[in-house]
């Protein structure tokens, strides 16, 4: 562990310009950017002040009309980030929590019941709820996707001057994990836009979507250009915060979840969403908890570190980073 929560040298990758109004035809490329040094802050204390703790280490203030993008949880499971726990935040950002439908036919398919399970989970109790595809969807655009063409996202999700990727990381029956890259990508994309990455560009309607899952591979880099794509349309105007706590091997979109076999490992934040989900996952291999096990399994059995290599090759950031311990 004293190797993980030391200074690692490593590399940052600076994304360009702004989120509401950007003008994206400066931002799409999809070459890699030079990288140096990206800065992950920690700590172990797991607490609406810790948060906030982060939020303010980041030195980005999060200005104009503000998403929080969130997993509002699927109705029947219990390990989604409390609203308890992020309130004090999202209130002093005067965010917006958002959301998008799912691709399955649950209880967050429609817009209806998405809302009612946002209110039941306690969400709009601490700020308004937005389900950004309740209106229609639009594309933000790509430019040298393998497999992506554009992303396809809520039509709301433009009207937003900045975003924060505020994430449960956990385990996930199909990414291997779900961190930040996830919560951008697929969190972010509307019902066809989910259809769209799940099925590598195949299809963007969830019709069909089951018959046409992409290739494990294709799937994993598909995430990683949609989050691209979110990257480039936001340019400075984001940050990342993800809470490891509740480390199930299943994600909050379960109606079902496996209970968590290790221990929480704390808080985590950066600028850089590949940094970020690098340092959770190394703060998990490295943790002394013989539960870890299970967690590295389903992230090694989906080749979960994938989309990390790949959305490095792209320029979405950098694997490379130090890790800032504020405790």
Not at 285 to 306: A, F, P, T, V, Y
């Amino acid at each position: 562990m004293n190797k993980i929560l030391s200074t690692i040298i490593l590399g940052a990758t600076t994304i360009a310009s702004g989120c509401a109004h950007t003008n994206n035809s400066q931002n799409t490329a999809m070459e890699v950017q030079p990288t140096d040094t990206a800065t992950v802050y920690m700590t172990r204390e797991i607490s609406p002040e810790a948060i906030v703790k982060l939020y303010k280490a980041l030195g980005r203030e999060a200005k104009g009309k503000v998403a929080i993008k969130i997993s509002t949880g699927e109705p029947g499971g219990h390990n989604f980030l409390q609203p308890s726990l992020i309130a004090d935040f999202v209130k002093m950002t005067d965010g917006t929590i958002v959301e998008c439908n799912t691709a399955y036919e649950g209880k967050r398919f429609s817009t209806e019941d998405h809302l009612k399970a946002a209110e039941d989970h306690g969400f709009t109790a601490i700020a308004p709820v937005d389900i950004m595809d309740a209106e229609g969807e639009v594309k933000l655009p790509l430019e040298g996707g393998k497999h992506l063409k554009y992303d396809i996202v809520g039509s709301h999700y433009p009207d937003y001057d900045f975003t924060v990727i505020l994430s449960h990381f956990k385990g996930h029956a199909m990414g291997g994990f779900g961190g930040a890259v996830k919560n951008m990508s697929i969190g972010i994309a509307s019902s066809n836009g989910k259809s769209y990455i799940h099925s590598a560009g195949k299809i963007d309607s969830t019709t069909g979507l089951w018959e046409n899952l992409a290739e494990q591979d294709n799937f994993l880099e598909s995430m990683a250009e949609a989050a691209k794509a979110v990257a480039n349309h936001c340019g400075d105007n984001i940050l990342y915060i993800s809470v490891a706590n509740n480390l199930s091997v299943d994600c909050d979109c379960d109606s079902h979840p496996a209970d968590p076999e290790m221990h929480d490992i704390g808080i985590l934040a950066s600028l850089d969403p590949i940094a970020l989900d690098k340092a959770c996952t190394d703060l998990v291999r490295s943790s002394d908890d013989h539960g870890k096990i299970h967690l590295i399994e389903r992230i090694d059995s989906r080749h979960g570190m994938h989309t990390l290599d790949y959305g490095e090759e792209i320029g979405l950031g950098t694997q490379n980073y130090k890790l800032v311990n504020l405790d």
